[in-house]
């Protein structure tokens, strides 16, 4: 079976969150499937330099304003189809912000153009390859159902999966005429929302299938908290929307052989934590306790993220004995606060405001708990990363948080499964319970010990999931046309 993955970011090429890596990561689990994938994407600069090692299998003479290439490159076990438009693509930065932080003005243009050269190639190949089904992924792939929906030829089934529906790629409505889709798809049914065209609300609306990252976030999504407006339209198609947890790149996440690491380690070596928390300990300035739990976040810093909620947590987590080391960038005010509480708390707490794909793995091969507080999360990758490194999942209730830890409760841990903390409601008072449950768990060795263990030996790779997508595209396939 052929398929054609579309999305804006892929991992280790270009990542700005999650996404990325389920890009990099879902092909390699399908292949032994019998799943061939090509992932079509941009050719940022980031990857631009690998063009030239590629094969040129289509010229576009006019894309929105300029020419354009189709490139075939194989990189790091990938298939990739580079859309190499440098003048909407070539720009330096953020994918998606330019230099003042606000989203590019014509990112309809950018992503629009990748969903209708991505729906040619659906509809016709490219260099002697067809897909059988094509799999867009969220608002920057949305465009794609709609381009197939409206033309007249026979067009392969396409699935959409959305990791986050906070992300729509909302525009003006009169850009709908300038990316060449039909006025009879704006409404209310279709493409508009509230009088602006939705990228990602065109992909719910056309796509044959919808999915999402965890089966709880596909219940979330039906409800007005957590569906951003788009629960009435994903009620609608509630028949055609199920829930695929995701996995990780066990090779890539992998601390008994992880470069990143100071020392490598497994669950029968656990003493060799120790190192990379001396590292980390060195990186953050934070001062060494053995009796207190090390935390650690790694996120972007939003109220999205619950982070908020951590700021008010803090004093209780010091006072406790507890360091917590912060990776991540995001809202300047939570940055300010995390860095204003590393100057209150010297010792305690230690911030670095920016992303380090290999500080990252330090900090799960180190960390004794990560803290994950979202207030709404469609899978998360973070916890799943904690599990694999043996350091423990603290994480709210809801959405992929609650489908993938087991809460060291008084009935899980007789029973010998927790496998991390579990909060709800989302409340700084909730966040502050489960950090002293979290302490508290920390000062018996014993259980800690075995709950460490456990967490590692948890499956958290992409078989399952894998399995039950190539479910999903037969299923698909056998659908009847609409």
């Not at 890009?23 to 030239?52: E, T």
């Not at 190499?84 to 629009?112: C, E, Q, T, V």
């Not at 934070?286 to 993220?305: E, G």
């Amino acid at each position: 079976m052929n398929v054609l993955f579309v999305a804006s970011e892929c991992a280790p090429f270009v990542k700005t969150g999650g996404l990325a890596d389920v890009i990099g990561a879902v092909p390699k689990a399908l292949a032994p499937l019998g799943v061939s994938v090509k992932i079509m994407m941009p050719a940022y600069p980031a990857v631009a330099k690998m063009l030239s090692q590629g094969t040129v299998l289509q010229k576009i003479s006019d894309l929105h304003g300029g020419e354009a290439r189709l490139v075939e490159v194989q990189a790091e076990g990938l298939d990739l189809l580079l859309l190499d438009a440098p003048h909407l693509f070539d720009r330096p930065g953020n994918i998606y912000l330019g230099p003042d932080g606000n989203d590019w003005s014509d990112n309809h243009l950018r992503f629009g153009a990748l969903s209708l050269i991505a729906s040619r190639v659906a509809i016709e190949g490219v260099g002697g390859w067809k897909p059988d089904l094509v799999h867009a992924h969220d608002w920057q792939a949305g465009l794609i159902p709609a381009y197939l929906h409206q033309t007249k030829k026979q067009t392969p089934p396409c699935i959409l999966t959305i990791h986050n529906v906070a992300f729509q790629g909302l525009f003006d409505a009169g850009v709908g005429s300038v990316l060449g889709l039909s006025d009879a798809l704006f409404t209310p049914e279709g493409t508009e929302y509230h009088g602006r065209l939705g990228f990602l609300k065109a992909g719910i609306a056309f796509s044959d299938m919808i999915t999402t990252v965890s089966p709880t976030y596909a219940r979330e999504l039906l409800l007005p908290e957590y569906g951003m407006g788009l629960q009435g339209l994903l009620q609608a198609r509630k028949a055609n929307l199920t829930g695929i947890l995701n996995g990780i790149d066990l090779d890539v996440w992998n601390p008994a052989n992880d470069p990143a690491l100071v020392e490598s380690y497994t669950a029968a070596t656990l003493s060799k934590k120790a190192a990379n928390r001396a590292e980390i300990e060195k990186r953050f300035a934070l001062s060494p306790n053995p009796d207190a739990p090390l935390f650690c976040v790694i996120s972007r810093l939003t109220t999205q993220k619950g982070l908020d909620l951590l700021i008010e947590t803090l004093p209780g987590l010091v006072g406790r004995g507890g360091r917590l080391a912060v990776l991540g960038s995001g809202e300047k005010w939570i940055e300010a606060s995390f860095i204003g509480a590393a100057h209150q708390f010297r010792g305690s707490v230690g911030v670095i405001i920016g992303y380090d794909e290999a500080l990252s793995h330090l900090l799960q091969g180190g960390s004794d708990a990560i803290l994950v507080p979202s207030r709404f999360e469609p899978c998360g990758l973070t916890q799943l990363y904690g599990l694999r490194y043996g350091t423990i999942p603290v994480v709210a209730r809801t959405g992929g948080l609650a489908d993938t830890i087991i809460d060291a409760n008084a009935a899980a841990l007789e029973a010998e499964c927790a496998t991390g903390i579990q909060f709800a409601p989302v409340t700084a008072a909730a966040l502050d319970s489960a950090i002293d449950r979290t302490c508290d768990l920390f000062k018996q060795p014993d259980v800690w010990d075995k709950i460490v263990r456990r967490a590692m030996s948890h499956p958290v790779g992409w078989d399952r999931s894998a399995s039950a997508y190539l479910d999903l595209y037969k299923h698909v396939e056998s659908m009847p046309e609409k």
